[in-house]
């Protein structure tokens, strides 16, 4: 990816804040990056000590923890070892070989002793049983379920697989009453020739050591509540029942034995449902698929963090509350005249130039701001020039526009004129002169531009007169406005240009029955103007081109003249529609601001 195309937005970000952002930007960015950077780097020491000394701790704990147990348990195995060197287990032994019963009872009593030196050296065993062919010993003080036979019990089919003594998992005691959860050591009898070389007695000796005994003898060291542990074989599965919950069930997960290396003890860190755990373990020598687990959460072993952490975020707000005022008091003294400046100039924005900057320093931004005085007299000059020439361009277009009305009509006026009075029809000539001379007298208007509503429909009026002699009986003209209109500003020559293409365009074709309607009303602050007739209609389209685009045709010329003008009078605050009536006859349509007095038209004059 290209670096351009990533710090570009960044730098239009940065480069849209104003200078006193940027400065405060900038303090607040350092002083919290040095203080990040320092909390961060304290905290990766402190969690790194904590961790490795919490690592070292909980296998140290799990280590002895596994010792202890295993010793207590070997300690058992070498007092099974005891029983087996006994007088009294040795007749037995030589009993089972010869198949003699009658001593059974003899045996039984001789073996109570041994049973309770061996209960009495270890008081976690429960039970001992002695299952032999010629009957089953046992101490006297346990009462036996004779239902349950060892030679017929999954700990004697066990042993048959392994062929080798084992220790069994917690489970509930088949062989004595009292349903007591125990964990069994079964091993078989070894006889006196037997150490030497192995051979099968088919007598087994099962030890029964009481589970809540173990249980509190490996968690005797154990004691920290944050953290779990377990006692449990190479399937996950308890050695002796546990109070589990629903978040340990990862433990019995393949993923999660997969890093118990074959290692006697270890540790590593674990994730289950999105959090880490530490896990330490320690095997047991007297059964390598045993092990004691320890597990801890990751945010458990780093709570001492918390208070670092929470020290070093106040510290981080604290130092950023300090530096946004420090920057705030410090860019305000230094950006003071700046924003003296910035004030004036919005006001310039709001076409207000008669501001000033004022300053009793010489510094460079007071000699800005007095360049800004210097630059605001050339613009208001400027600006006035810029009025002056407009309004002088804007007046002579107008004249000019004016003046290029088509001037055939006085052309063909003069010569009716005297061909009425060659045949001798002078009340025309008379009529025609007198409404000549008034039109000239109306046109003129003193050199306004400007005239009232009245004075142009009285031009349009005399116009009428003129034309009425010239095409008799071709049309009428009918005048519907309202009285109070007729002193409103209109510009010169705007409506009998309309009155003259209805004539001229509209009843070229005709000799007779043409209608001109000429109305003005008031619509909100408009003064809007229709002129209509019942001619030949014209092409809107066309028309319209035209206008938008001039061209050197005559055709829709004065409309184009009429509606430049209406421009340059009134800029955007003007509308002409060319349309086609329901009679099929042409229909134009002014919309202009209504003005009452020149006053109240040079407030609203357009300045472009």
Known sequence: MNKSRVWSPIQKIFHSFSLKQRIWLTFVV????????TGSIAYLIASK????????SSQDTVNQSAQIVNERLKNIGIAI????????????????????RSSYYKSLTSLQYVFSQVKFNDSMIDSILIA?????????????????SFYKSEMYEHF?????????QGHVDPFFTGKQRVISLVTEGVGEDSFMVYEPTNVYVVVNVKEDDLRDLFMENLTKTNKQYYFIDAKGEDVNYADRTSNDHFIQKPAFFEQLSDQMKGSFFYSNDKKDYLVNYSRLDVKDDWMIVSVQAKDDLLAKLNGIKRATTYVIIGFIILSLFITNNLTYLLLKPLYRLQKLMKRVEENDLSVRFESVYKDEVSQVGFRFNRMLDEIKQLIEDVKNRERDKRKAEIK??????????????LNTIYCKSVLGENDDVNEMILALSQMFQLSLSGGRDLITLGDELEHVRQYLAIQQRSYENLFVCQFEVEPELLTCLVPKIMIQPLVENCILHGFKDMTSGGDIQISACTEGDWLHITVEDNGQGLVPEKLLQGIVHPTTSKHGYALRNIYTRLQLYFGDQQRMEITNNDLGGARIELW??????????HEHEPTG
Do not use: C
């Not at 350092?30 to 950077?37: P, R, S």
């Not at 032999?132 to 349950?148: H, L, M, Q």
């Open 30 to 37: 350092l002083i919290t990056l040095g203080l990040m950077a």
């Open 49 to 56: 000590e904590i961790q490795r000394n919490a690592l070292q």
């Open 81 to 100: 070892r005891a029983l087996m060197f006994s007088d009294a287990f040795k007749q037995l032994m030589k009993d089972v070989q010869t198949n003699d």
């Open 132 to 148: 032999t062919p010629i009957g089953d010993f046992y101490p006297t003080s346990s009462v036996r379920n004779t239902a349950n």
């Open 160 to 168: 048959k697989q392994l062929n080798r003594g084992f220790w069994s």
């Open 400 to 413: 000019a526009l004016s003046a290029q009305m088509d001037p055939h009509f006085f052309y063909n006026t």
């Open 592 to 601: 202009i601001p209504s003005y009452e007095g020149e006053e109240d038209f």
